[in-house]
């Protein structure tokens, strides 16, 4: 009774663990292999050969030690405006209790946030959404530390990463 108790307690676990992803997954999904959109997903891995070719930049290995993933999708700005929004998919299914949010701003037809999602002091997650007129969607994940993701950012020349600068001037 025990073993089954404890199996369903994991299985349990194990689904509302991925179901708090699963927003993002699904968005990911949905448009990361179509025309119009732009992808990229940077796993720990490729993080690890970063870090061997950058052995001379500390910061840089720093940045990149306890990270697992990056995920960005953006739309082009050839498609045409109105039609999709990121924020408003991701949001109806992401569990917004369970983030933090660092900034919101909202203009005409357009909301951009940003959010982290915490382990104790730990930041484990990072989501930055913008839905509207420009939609992209940025998803870190590991051990985070803001202030060097920025620098991170800026190494790799990844421009929708750029408003992560406005947070470390706050």
Request: a positive charge; zero cysteines; hydrophobic letters at 40%.
């Amino acid at each position: 009774m025990k073993k089954l108790a404890l199996s369903i307690g994991i299985i349990a676990f194990a689904l509302f663990a991925q179901g708090q992803n699963s927003a993002i997954d699904k968005l990911f999904a949905k448009y990361s292999d179509k025309e119009g959109f732009t992808s990229v997903s940077i796993s720990k891995a490729m993080f690890s050969l970063f870090a061997n070719e950058n052995e001379s930049k500390d910061e840089f290995n720093k940045a990149i030690k306890g990270l697992e993933s990056i995920r960005i999708l953006s739309l082009d700005d050839t498609y045409p405006k109105g039609d999709i929004n990121f924020y408003k998919e991701i949001t109806k299914n992401l569990p917004l209790k369970d983030y933090e949010e660092l900034m919101s701003t909202r203009e005409k037809n357009q909301v951009f946030k940003m959010l982290i999602r915490k382990k104790g002091s730990v930041i484990t997650e990072f989501l930055m959404i913008g839905g509207g007129d420009d939609n992209v969607m940025i998803a870190i994940t590991g051990n985070i530390d803001l202030k060097t993701i920025s620098k991170l950012s800026k190494t790799l020349d990844i421009k929708e990463m750029d408003a992560i600068e406005k947070i470390d001037k706050k």
